[in-house]
């Protein structure tokens, strides 16, 4: 949004796209227009996305187009096609440049009845209860290892629903070791750890146990959830949201040949880019979690040096040197505290914990480790593994499963995990109606300088 | 009505829809995922092995809440339900062992 | 490790690991080697027909073409006998299903082209049954109300290519053949009788001693025989397939066209396979020309014509959601048939490549592992014939 607002306003036609129906992706996840309710997201911690949200929602030069999934990015002389899904049809948009800032998802961490109906990923509690203001179960047990939990945890108990259980795979200490190794930067983002501080008592005062050293060892029911189990303890819940961490979304910029990285340490494919957001397609700028986990804040300043980096391209905003500066200033200590954060929420250890043979590794073929594991007898290679298992043939087209795979892989060949590569990214990053796909209505840019965003 | 916030919020029009025979009511800017995760089962459709599945990502990335949509007009359509609202008249059904 | 082996496959493709179960189950010792993984390249990637009817792209380009194929129509209808049982012979689930094969036809011009093929057919001996479009969709109550025609064949269906390769490697293994994978050939040297061959693994070179020599490496196969000194006219070619997601069992026939590319059957596990000679890009290497190891780019047009195609023959197609798209390298010849066969200027050097592999794969592994083992060698080289190597012996006149 920040980028689409800076760049519109020096007169770029820009066409916005987003999967939700309300701009603001994963951070701010707006209620229905339909929907009144008072004090929204109240409270400095939203001040500033919320002004950059105004900002962007009475900006005329943007073209909005939520609800629409944009199913690959291609370049065809010169200049970019991008296919838009929506409920009804399929929009083809051509453009001169594009911005990818695709955010992350969740982590998803199999584990022994990880699969069962009423296990969720903590990310997806909240956006039922932002967006949707909905709690999406009678009894939550939370686990993981990132603080995020507390947050969603204690919105959950304020809304009046029932927390059991936090508990942090991690212990304690290994929890509060990042922050005492790097007292400086703990103090300068205080006001995170505050909202972390805050939670924390919220559930104090409604009894809510936050335990650590306590990693979840299993998720057990009939036909869904009915307890989760810590080693030899047994807590009851009818919801398990699981919290480990996230993962860049890249799909787009792989789909349109940009260079990437494993990314730590949750993984996930992470675009690579030079200091004006730029990556080695030309053309194409990434903001946000595509470059790398980092936070909202960091994903503004991102977005505005694209911004900066487009309009330059265009030819369009000689000022920018100075603000483009300050920018990469703010993102330098930005990074202190998402390098902290990341070793605070460090999952490695969950992830190379054995699971039972018969646990799902991959979700939408349900392929299981037992599976993978005589694969992994015959070949190391993730795409030779995908041919033998169908694991990553599914309709998420392995979003859930390659991060596991490739951790396996890693640790029999004892290579750095991604550097056999992965899946590779391919049209449509989104399962579409093909009756949509045969006949879509054309976008196209009619001025010479355009430039579209994609969200 | 199961998990709906109500403290400081008014929500849209109540409208009908229809999951897997049954007539249900739901409100104008919620999500199919949000009808059914406020039932006692949050099951979204069946495995290759039979077993009851359910939301797991709720943003559309995981595909675990695939549903068949039919709406006033048009064809029937495969839509995730955590990404798709609700409207009036609403046919839906999970799915079974396959896709569709 | 060995340092002699009777016979070095190169490449682990169906055909490679087909032929060296062939010949290790008659008592050769085999070494297989792959440069990348087993099954990577068209064997993997295709999308498992077994089509025995003459190939649109054989009636494409009129008569003389058409002749070839009823030759072909010979090798056909061995490997029909074949695909029967493999699934014993390897004792492995290699989902094999044959409930038949509809070509269609719509326009008149099409019929006419249907009616043509069916009767060239029938002369070469294979059973293909015209059908009108009420018969059609009678057995195919999927099909259009435009199909106005059908070429079926009982014995057509599809199996999984992700299965097949890997099946025959195993099978090949308990006979004693050796695979390693990662493992390139950097020369081949003929020393009568017999050749050295040198490996590379791992920065390590090695050479062994083989006294026989199979080219099996799909569109890579041109460059390996440079290593012998030798021209192949097999040229890379790049299609693009999609799948969709797993719908309930709707089509169990293979279906194509007689006018138009199309290629369509449901996988075991539900997907719709769309397919049918559409082509994606080939991508340049670091030396300006075709790389067939680098992912060929998609083509919009092509993704799309595909679509279209399928959807008016199949109009429940509309409503699936498509689930992916990827492409492919596979080879064609110049003359579009393979290459299967001894290279006569270098007796002991064996090739098999050039497309059409998947189907006729195992019929081309078992009569050419009879070549190489010199094992009822004058009934090979006439199946063969056809195929074979020799008619493109002027292009090595000057080979030295």
């Known amino acids: ?27 701010l996840r707006q209620p229905p227009r339909a929907f009144g309710v008072r004090g929204w997201l109240d409270g400095r911690t939203y001040r500033g996305v919320k002004a950059t949200l105004a900002a962007f929602e009475t900006e005329p030069e943007i073209r909005w187009c939520g609800g629409r999934s944009a199913l690959g990015l291609a370049r065809e002389e010169g200049t970019f096609v991008v296919h838009a899904a929506g409920m009804d049809d399929v929009l083809r948009i051509t453009a001169d440049r594009v911005l990818v800032a695709t955010g992350c998802y969740d982590l998803p961490v199999p584990l022994a009845g990880w699969t069962l109906p009423g296990v969720l990923a903590a990310g997806g509690v909240q956006a039922f209860i932002k967006s949707q203001q909905f709690v ?24 009046g629903g029932e927390v059991a259980l936090v508990a942090f795979d991690q212990s304690r200490t290994r929890a509060a070791a990042p922050l005492l190794a790097k007292p400086w930067t703990t103090l300068r983002n205080i006001e995170i750890f505050a909202s972390a501080a805050a939670a924390l008592m919220t559930l104090r005062r409604h009894r809510v146990p936050v335990r650590y050293g306590m990693p979840l060892t299993a998720i057990t029911g009939e036909h869904q959830v009915s307890a989760a189990r810590f080693d030899a303890m047994r807590v009851e819940c009818d919801r398990v949201a699981m919290c480990y961490g996230f993962v860049p979304q890249s799909d787009l910029p792989r789909m349109a040949g940009a260079s990437t990285i494993w990314a730590s340490p949750a993984g996930g494919w992470r675009t690579l880019h030079n200091e004006w957001m730029a990556t080695d397609v030309e053309g194409l700028w990434i903001a946000g979690e595509t470059a790398g986990v980092a936070g909202a804040a960091a994903a503004i300043e991102e977005g505005r040096l694209a911004a900066f980096a487009i309009l330059r391209s265009a030819g369009k905003a000689p000022d920018t040197d100075l603000p483009a500066k300050q920018a990469r200033r703010r993102l330098a200590r930005l990074q202190g505290f998402t390098n902290l954060l990341a070793d605070v929420a460090d999952p490695g250890a969950v992830l190379t914990r054995a699971v039972p043979e018969d646990t799902i590794l991959c979700r939408c073929e349900d392929v299981s480790f037992g599976s993978v594991s005589a694969a992994l007898d015959e070949t190391l290679a993730p795409n030779a593994v995908k041919l033998l298992t169908r694991c990553g043939m599914g309709l998420c087209q392995g979003r859930s499963c390659e991060p596991a795979l490739l951790r396996l892989i890693a640790s029999r060949s004892g290579d750095k995990i991604g550097s056999a590569g992965g899946f590779a990214a391919r049209f449509p990053a989104r399962p579409v109606q093909i009756g949509d796909l045969i006949q879509p209505a054309s976008v196209a840019a009619t001025a010479t300088i355009s430039s579209e965003a994609i969200d | 009505m199961n998990g709906r916030i ?53 943003m559309g990335t995981c595909s675990e809440c695939f549903v068949s949509v039919r709406r006033i007009s048009g064809p029937v359509r495969r839509l995730r339900a955590c990404l798709t ?16 | 490790m060995s340092l002699r082996y009777d016979l070095v496959v190169i490449g682990a493709g169906l055909i490679g690991a087909a032929t060296a179960w062939r010949c290790a189950r008659a008592g050769a010792s085999v070494l297989i080697v792959e440069a ?13 027909s077994l089509h025995f009817q003459i190939e649109r792209r054989f009636l494409e380009n009129g008569d003389r073409l058409a002749e070839e194929a009823a030759r072909i129509v010979t090798l056909s209808r061995m490997a029909i006998d074949d695909w029967a049982s493999l699934e014993d012979d390897l004792a492995a689930d290699l ?58 064949l009982r014995e057509e269906g599809h199996a999984d290519p992700r299965a097949v390769t890997p099946a025959f490697l195993r099978s090949a293994s308990l006979q004693g053949a050796e695979l390693r994978t990662a493992t390139r050939v950097t020369d081949i040297q003929a020393v009568r009788p017999g050749f050295d061959v040198e490996l590379r693994h791992d920065e390590r070179a090695q050479t062994v001693r083989a006294g026989r ?41 293979l279906v194509q066209h007689v006018g138009r590319r199309l290629s369509m059957k449901q996988s075991h596990a539900g997907n719709i396979l769309i397919g049918g000679g559409w082509p994606a890009k080939l991508r340049r290497g670091a030396d300006g020309g075709f790389d067939p190891g680098l992912r060929p780019e998609p083509i919009e047009a092509s993704r799309v014509g595909n679509l279209q195609v399928a959807t008016m023959v199949v109009p429940a197609v509309a409503e699936m959601n498509l689930l992916r798209c990827w492409t492919g390298v596979t080879a064609i010849t110049a003359d579009q048939l393979p290459i299967v066969g001894e290279i006569p200027r270098l007796p002991g050097l064996f090739v098999a490549a050039g497309g059409s592999a998947f189907t006729l794969g ?39």
């Open chain 1, 1 to 27: 949004m920040a980028a689409a607002t800076i760049v519109a306003r020096q007169g770029l036609r820009v066409i916005v796209m987003d999967e939700q129906q309300r701009p603001g992706g994963q951070i």
């Open chain 3, 95 to 152: 989902h094999v299903r044959r409930d038949g094969g509809l070509m269609v036809a719509e326009t008149p011009d099409e019929i006419a082209l249907l009616e043509a093929k069916v009767k060239r057919e029938g002369a070469a001996g294979l059973g293909t049954i015209l059908l009108d479009g009420d018969a059609a969709r009678h057995i195919a109550p999927y099909l259009a109300g435009s199909v106005a025609a059908a070429g079926f």
């Open chain 1, 136 to 159: 999406p179960g009678e009894r939550f047990v939370f686990a993981g290892t990132h603080p995020l939990m507390l947050v969603i945890a204690a919105q959950i108990v304020t809304a």
């Open chain 3, 36 to 48: 990348g993984h087993a099954n990577a390249g068209a064997s993997g990637q295709n999308a498992g």
């Open chain 2, 85 to 100: 609202p609700v409207s009036d008249g609403m046919v839906i059904e999970t799915t079974g062992g396959y896709d569709v």
């Open chain 2, 6 to 58: 109500t403290h400081h919020v008014t929500r849209g029009a109540k409208l009908s829809i229809t999951l897997d025979g049954r007539t249900l009511d739901a409100f104008e800017g919620e999500t199919i995922a949000t009808v059914i995760m406020a039932l006692s089962s949050p099951a979204f459709r069946q495995d290759s092995r039979g077993d009851p599945r359910g939301l797991f990502c709720n």
């Open chain 3, 213 to 253: 020599v199979l080219i099996a490496a799909g569109a890579w196969s041109p460059r390996v025989a440079t290593l012998a000194n030798i021209h192949l006219p097999i040229f890379p070619v790049a299609l693009q397939m999609n799948a969709t997601e797993r719908v309930r069992p709707l089509v169990p026939h």
């Open chain 3, 362 to 400: 195992p019929s081309f592994a078992r009569l050419i592992a009879r070549q190489i083992m010199d094992q009822d060698r004058a009934e090979a080289d006439d199946a063969l014939a056809v195929v074979a190597p020799a008619r493109f012996e002027h292009l090595n006149g000057f080979m030295g």
